[in-house]
């Protein structure tokens, strides 16, 4: 992983976990051509990802090793298909890591990643909010709760509330103050539509956060750090070609926007506080 510091403008660390295509010292092990490897890849998160925060921490190893927004129970952690219609085997005909390399690869990978992720949180003397960043091709990502199918749209905010709202009404945890959502919906869809973008904003609606946010707002009730975490997806139609996965140009802007956005959302969010 690699650690980028913030302009410590807002107490945001960002994480980049699945920006790297690269299956580094298994590569002659995987199946996928580096057209798949990308596409697998949130590609160019690591450009996208926010500057305006404490840090960003950037993953340098493809989930197709081990996915870091993944609960260790999951069975997806160590994934062994991709996300292509009709889906591709990420590895050669026997050649998937064994579990002993699968535990070689939780000590070079995760671990690290998220060693990182706590001690950017513990650095800090405030409060702290986690942001998983993460970014969708432009295809049906899932199935509302109404079981119809789901077109990726602009942003997609996940707290782990309930579809189309920051609250759960099924009696789960959130893992931000549904306020600070709302505020971020707000303004990511005002700093957008300012900027020329496609400006909707939606909330929960297919994912509801992973690993990354539920893990970390726990953190909040393990110890005595104040930490908030949500999970942002934002359609790669918004800044690449959908055909070739090449930048269109407007990475920057994009970025841009987003950073005036969580900026402003958090400095709305204290003046509740």
């Known amino acids: 992983m690699k650690r980028v510091d913030g302009q410590s403008q807002i107490p945001f660390v960002f994480t980049a976990h699945h920006a790297s295509a690269d299956f580094v010292e298994y590569s002659h092990r995987c199946a996928l051509s580096q057209y798949e490897r990308k596409a697998y890849s949130d590609y160019d998160t690591d450009i996208t990802v ?81 942001v998983a960043w993460d970014n969708t ?17 602009s942003i997609i905010l996940s707290n782990n509330g309930s579809e189309n709202s920051a609250e759960n009404h099924d009696g789960l945890q959130v893992t931000c103050d549904a306020r600070l ?8 869809s005002n700093e957008l539509s300012k900027a020329g973008f496609a400006y909707d904003v939606h909330l929960n609606l297919v994912f509801r956060s992973k690993y990354i946010a539920q893990n970390y707002s726990n953190y ?21 070609n959908q055909q ?16 005036r956005a969580l900026i402003a959302a958090y400095q709305q969010y204290k003046l509740l506080q």
């Open 220 to 240: 909040q009730r393990q110890s005595d750090k104040e930490v908030q975490a949500f999970q942002i997806e934002h359609s790669t139609a918004l800044t690449h």
């Open 244 to 259: 070739t996965l090449e930048d269109i140009g407007r990475t920057s802007e994009f970025r841009e926007a987003m950073e």
């Open 137 to 153: 091709a432009q295809k049906i990502i899932g199935q509302n709760d109404a079981g119809q199918d789901v077109m990726m749209p």
């Open 50 to 130: 926010p500057t305006v925060g404490i840090c960003a921490i950037i993953a340098q190893a493809s989930r197709g090793l081990v996915d870091l927004n993944r609960f260790p129970s999951d069975p997806n952690r160590f994934p062994t298909t991709d996300f292509a219609v009709p889906l591709n085997n990420i590895w050669l005909d026997g050649q998937a890591p064994t579990s002993v390399e699968q535990k070689s690869i939780l000590d070079a990978y995760f671990v690290p990643f998220h060693d990182a992720v706590l001690q950017a949180i513990d650095s800090n003397t405030g409060p702290t909010v986690v």
């Open 181 to 188: 959502l709302e505020l971020v919906a707000q303004e990511i």
